[in-house]
């Protein structure tokens, strides 16, 4: 394999609240490789996010290393880091986070239209409804948010994510406000992705989601561990 | 180049969003923010118009700016030496100022003192001191009312329209480059032209001082600016008539040479003979004029003072507007937040919502504009036949400036705080929400 994707060595992270500043994150260790598939269990409070929005450069580590490609960036200047969630992450969330007042392809569109880079309207629009078809909601690219289901909008998310073909997915708890069949749905349309070669960092809390994936890691007094097979098997019975 | 675009145009869409998803917000900012813009207007507009016409008044009366004036006494041989020095020159005119009557001969004029014509009784006979006592000037008061005109008659030795530009009202005006006539020509004010209108009145012409009356022909009338009737005449033509130890006298008669500011050799060359004939150096006074300058200041203490309460009321239009353009951007974390996680430079962010609430100022400036610009028309359509003023009155560029310099000035007061807000958001906290 060519050298990874993503590489976390002893990333800590300590987060200061109204109290006693808290230590998070003590030291993960991470490698995912292009078209890699990982899934991260944990407890509520254990740091999941925490690391998500490390990895993703919403916001930085206090101590470790994070490379990217081969790359160093662990002490990225916030306008390179806004230049490569454009061009390297796709981001889902458990609230969908859509605008209100923009139809679906807007929505969608709206990854493209950020300040990096520039397509015209014809490209854009194709690529917006390239999006959406691959998550198989092209026929409701007019429709406005208020007006979609859950999992509809959460597809909606997907596409928006996947619409500047990132390097790498991440996704925490794309299913969590989601029945057990759409979630279903909106599991298969990440796994799609990673068929095409596209990284997925799945944070979830169901079991038989992250057994779809090819690996799974828990995330336990801020280390992340692997998770033995009985315990898959288990879960996945 | 492509960048700079890329992020221009993704700036212009994403703004044109959150203005179209806010139409009400936007419409209640520029609410709030009209008024003080409309005040900068107005107050720049009127000072840009007062001053105006306190100009073309000044033109008219004194001269243009840059304009050398010489007071000069008409005794003691100092008119001989300028009427000399200044013949045939267009870059320097003395004008010599007497009075005279034309009508009827001894009678009393119908404006005793040269006085307005429908205001006759508010001047009365002129009276005038000097070391000798007082005395009345013209016919004596007792003399019987007739059919004469008192005016103020100005005596040229050149075209004075280079220095003050009277406007031409009917007939021609004087020309200085015939031969002079003997019956002088005159050029009258509209002043003058409304008593010759009214009163019937016989071409006979007594000046002070004077062997013998003139028969003046009335060849004009311009507007030169003044409220009393006054006539003007070529110097040599009028000197035809009467000595001129006449002019010199002491009977109220005034010289004024005026001269370009370029025509310095003239100037020296009059005050080196006027001293040769035994004139005191310090007699003779130069005053450049400096009309704008003086308008300048007569104007520049009320408009600080208004504009100093448009500045006012405009703060409590940049209250408004930072009000509202917190309010959104408090609404908009979210927006922004997943802005940020998708990408967006935080700069750009800032840039957006700054550039909102300027095209907010920039709107309010042009409706404020607009509002004044028409409203000075319609008052210039129904006031213009009585206010001479307001006659054709434009609308003034400086308040267009002062306007949109006003909106942007508000745009930008009110949209840094709310700006550097939205640059400030934390990806992170909004999106484990
Ligand atoms: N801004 C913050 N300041 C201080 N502490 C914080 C902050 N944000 C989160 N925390 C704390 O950090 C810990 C980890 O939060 P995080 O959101 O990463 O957990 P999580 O594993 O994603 O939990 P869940 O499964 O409930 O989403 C929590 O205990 C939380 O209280
Ligand atoms: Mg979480």
Not at chain 2, 90 to 99: E, F, G, P
Request: hydrophobic share 45%; with cysteine; glycine share 12%.
């Amino acid at each position: 394999m060519t050298s990874p994707l993503i590489e976390l060595t002893g990333i800590t992270k300590t987060l200061k609240g109204q109290g006693e500043p808290r230590p998070i994150l003590s030291g993960v260790d991470l490698t995912v490789h292009g078209g890699e598939s990982v899934a991260i269990l944990g407890r509520s409070g254990s740091g999941k996010s925490t690391l998500l929005s490390l990895i993703g450069l919403f916001d930085r580590p206090d101590g470790g290393r994070y490379m990217l490609g081969g790359r160093d960036i662990t002490r990225l200047p916030e306008r390179k880091a806004a230049a490569l969630r454009s061009a390297q992450f796709g981001f889902v969330f458990q609230r969908f986070f859509l605008l209100k007042h923009l139809t679906a392809a807007q929505n969608v569109a709206m990854a493209l239209v950020n300040g990096q880079g520039w397509l015209p309207r014809r490209k854009r629009r194709a690529k917006v409804m390239a999006a959406l078809d691959q998550v198989g909601i092209a026929h409701l690219a007019k429709q406005r948010p208020p007006r979609m289901s859950g999992g509809e909008q959460q597809r909606v998310a997907i596409a928006r994510a996947l619409v500047r073909e990132p390097g790498i997915l991440l996704a925490d708890e794309p299913t969590g406000a989601l029945d057990t069949e759409t979630g279903k749905l909106v599991i298969g349309a990440l796994h799609a992705a990673t068929e095409r070669g596209c990284g997925l960092i799945l944070v979830t809390h169901d079991r038989d989601h992250a057994a779809r994936m090819g690996r799974v890691l828990q995330l336990d007094g801020g280390v992340l561990n692997p998770v033995t097979e009985p315990v898959i098997e288990r879960v996945g019975a | 180049m492509m960048r700079l675009s890329g992020r221009l145009r993704s700036s212009l869409i994403i703004g044109g969003q959150g203005i179209r998803a806010r139409k009400l917000r936007t419409l209640l900012s520029m609410v709030s923010l009209f008024l003080g813009v409309l005040a900068v207007v107005v107050v720049q507009a009127g000072a840009s118009i007062a001053e105006h016409a306190l100009l073309s008044e000044a033109e008219l009366t004194q001269g243009k700016d840059g304009t050398r004036q010489l007071f000069l006494p008409t005794e003691g041989g100092a008119l001989p030496v300028t009427l000399d020095t200044l013949r045939g020159r267009s870059d320097a005119v003395a004008a010599i100022q007497s009075m005279a009557i034309i009508g009827e001969p001894r009678v009393r004029p119908v404006n005793p003192g040269a006085g307005r014509i429908d205001d006759p009784a508010g001047s009365g006979p002129e009276v005038v001191c000097d070391p000798r006592g007082c005395h009345q000037v013209g016919d004596a008061a007792e003399a019987p009312p007739g059919k004469a005109i008192a005016l103020q008659l100005t005596a040229l030795t050149g075209d004075i329209r280079t220095f003050r530009p009277f406007r031409p009202y009917a007939g021609q005006w004087l020309d200085f480059s015939s031969a002079p006539s003997l019956s002088p020509r005159i050029v009258l004010n509209r002043e003058a032209a409304k008593g010759f209108a009214r009163y019937h009145v016989p071409a006979q012409m007594r000046i002070d001082g004077a062997t013998a009356d003139a028969t003046p022909r009335i060849i004009g009338v311009v507007d030169d600016g003044g409220y009393q009737p006054a006539a003007y005449v070529r110097a040599d033509e009028l000197l035809n008539w009467l000595p001129e130890t006449a002019l010199a006298g002491d009977r109220g008669a005034s010289m004024l040479v005026l001269s370009s500011p370029d025509a310095t050799a003239v100037e020296r060359t009059l005050r080196a003979r006027l001293v040769g004939a035994g004139m005191a150096p310090d007699a003779i006074h130069v005053e450049t004029l400096d009309a704008r300058g003086h308008a300048r200041t007569e104007l520049a203490i009320m408009r600080w003072i208004f504009l100093g309460m448009a500045g006012l009321v405009l703060l409590i239009g940049v209250a408004g507007i930072l009000n509202v353009g917190l309010a959104t951007v408090g609404e908009r974390i979210e927006e922004f937040a997943l802005r940020r996680a998708v990408g967006t430079p935080r700069s750009l962010l800032a840039g957006i919502v700054l550039s909102e609430t300027l095209l907010t100022g920039l709107l309010t400036a042009a409706a404020a504009i607009g509002v004044s610009a028409v409203a000075l028309r319609a008052v210039g359509a129904v006031l213009g036949d009585r206010v001479p003023l307001l006659q054709g009155i434009v609308f003034p560029w400086q308040a267009g400036v002062a306007g949109v310099v006003a909106g942007l000035v508000a745009g930008l007061l009110g949209g840094f705080i709310p700006a550097l807000r939205a640059a400030r958001i934390p990806i992170a906290t909004v999106m484990r929400a």
